[in-house]
């Protein structure tokens, strides 16, 4: 019960109510404005009918009402020719006449059903005739029919007074108005069923199209929380709204796919990144407690447990240098530095490290201050790693290049070695966590991984890219800084 409870509270049988009580209310506004309408004017066309008919009668019966020979109705009756008269026009016209002086008293009727019956007509309706000219309403005459019929009162003026000489009334039933409106409700109920069940069958096709996949959204978002990033939605062919929500949902379970395949990259990474340097100095250790290690030899075995300990402690800084510049927005303050200055102090602090290794330095800095954009602190960390890594691998007597140009506003900064050339699949790897191009990780044991990849991070935070090639020995490393 309660789960066919929660049914028609889904968003499906909610759909089908509101377009029910839409279509229905339509519907019975439509209908009962139709009906009004086509009331009043059948009850005016009818009026007008009748009130024509009941004026061609008292204008015939003026010559008898005018000599005022006739005090009640058995004498009127009495009179053949008037009577011939009547019978013919009520015949004619499909009609009953009520022919009263003018206070209402009725002298002749030609409705066989009111004959030998003393009539008076009704006193509002006399005296609207009297005043207005015409009365016309649907009314039994104070119960004298059993049904209300149309009757429609006119006065029956002298030519030659003006003077009212009496007042003529018209009934007719009202059989072939209700016949109308008997049919008209019933063919307005019948359209109705039928523009309802329309409307059912279309809301219904509409709302499953937008309920189908809004149900395989809602199935997929257990199975993300499940772990599983597999599923993608299907998009129909759509280019609604729908079409571009499931378009976005793919996009998120392929950005959350992609997170997650970083996340256990990370963890697998950080996991042996971490074990090398711990195994070692728990080895080294244990071999100096147990004696394995020989006394003389400790000293030495104590210097390579130092070395891994900070090693291990730069690994970890760098991990949470990461952390803090994915949090910052260099570009908020909108601030500008000159980055000829910072690549001088760069030259500056690398001094040792390139005379180290031999190298020579092909410096080609402007003289003049070139402002870009950014932090400067972040940006001088950027062109310090890339030229520490140049440094690293480059050919020991070979030249370093560090350069900067300007080209359509932006600063391009050039950082270039020659070395070994590194494979084109592994370009795109050189700044992901914890990737080295030595696939042994035995020769850089100072690095952790993490230089190109803080590169990469600080770029995007300045909204910027960096690019890389290597051939025949050559590497070189590419990114702009905007100047505006």
Not at 106 to 134: F, H, I, K, Y
Not at 183 to 199: Q, R
Not at 451 to 462: A, D, P, R, S
Request: with cysteine; glycine share 6%.
């Amino acid at each position: 019960m309660k789960r066919l409870k929660n049914q028609f509270r889904g968003l499906y049988w909610r759909q089908m109510f509101v377009t029910a009580g839409m279509v229905m209310l339509t519907l019975t506004l439509l209908g009962a404005a139709f009906f009004s309408l086509s009331y009043n004017y059948a009850r005016n066309q009818k009026s007008e009918e009748i009130g024509g008919r009941a004026q061609i009668l008292s204008r015939l019966s003026v010559s008898y009402l005018e000599s005022g020979r006739y005090l009640d109705m058995e004498e009127l009756r009495n009179d053949r020719d008037f009577q011939k008269l009547a019978t013919f026009a009520a015949t004619v016209s499909d009609v009953q006449f009520l022919i009263c002086d003018t206070e209402g008293h009725v002298l002749l009727t030609t409705d066989d059903s009111l004959e030998g019956q003393v009539l008076t007509m009704p006193e509002e309706m006399t005296r609207e005739v009297m005043e207005d000219g015409q009365a016309a309403r649907r009314d039994n005459l104070e119960g004298l029919y059993e049904k209300k019929r149309f009757i429609v009162g006119v006065p029956a003026v002298s030519p030659n007074t003006g003077v009212v000489v009496g007042e003529v009334f018209a009934v007719a039933a009202t059989t072939s108005l209700e016949n109308m409106w008997q049919g008209f409700v019933g063919l307005f109920f019948m359209t109705a069923f039928v523009v309802l069940m329309i409307s059912f069958m279309a809301s219904s096709v509409t709302t499953m199209r937008q309920i189908q996949p809004i149900r395989e959204m809602a199935a997929a978002t257990r199975q993300y929380a499940e772990g599983n990033f597999d599923i993608r939605m299907n998009d129909y062919g759509r280019e609604d709204e729908i079409g571009e929500l499931a378009a976005s949902f793919n996009n998120m379970a392929e950005s959350l796919q992609q997170t997650e395949r970083q996340r256990r990259e990370f963890i697998a990474n950080i996991s042996h990144e971490l074990k090398t340097p711990m195994t070692t100095i728990a080895g080294y250790t244990d071999g100096i407690l147990d004696g394995t290690i020989p006394p003389e030899n400790e000293r030495q075995y104590l210097q390579i447990i130092s070395n891994e300990s900070r090693r291990l402690s730069r690994m970890v800084r760098r991990m949470l240098d990461v952390s803090q510049l994915q949090a910052m927005d260099p570009l908020r303050g909108g601030n500008h530095f000159d980055v000829c200055e910072s690549m001088r102090r760069v030259l500056i602090s690398m001094e040792k490290k390139i005379n180290d290794r031999h190298l020579d330095v092909d410096a080609d800095i402007p003289e003049e201050p070139i402002l870009v954009l950014g932090d400067t602190d972040m940006i001088t960390q950027v062109i310090y790693n890339l030229l520490e890594n140049a440094a690293k691998f480059a050919r020991e007597g070979s030249t370093l290049y560090l350069g900067v140009t300007t080209l359509d506003g932006k600063a391009r900064v050039t950082v270039r070695n020659v070395g070994d050339t590194i494979p084109a699949e592994e370009l795109p790897l050189l700044f992901e966590r914890f990737h080295k191009s030595d696939k042994s990780r035995s020769e850089d044991k100072d690095g952790v991984g993490l230089g190109l990849y803080i590169v990469k991070t600080i770029l995007e935070q300045h909204r910027e890219k960096i690019n890389v090639t290597s051939e025949n020995g050559i590497t070189t490393f590419t990114f702009s800084l905007s100047t505006e």
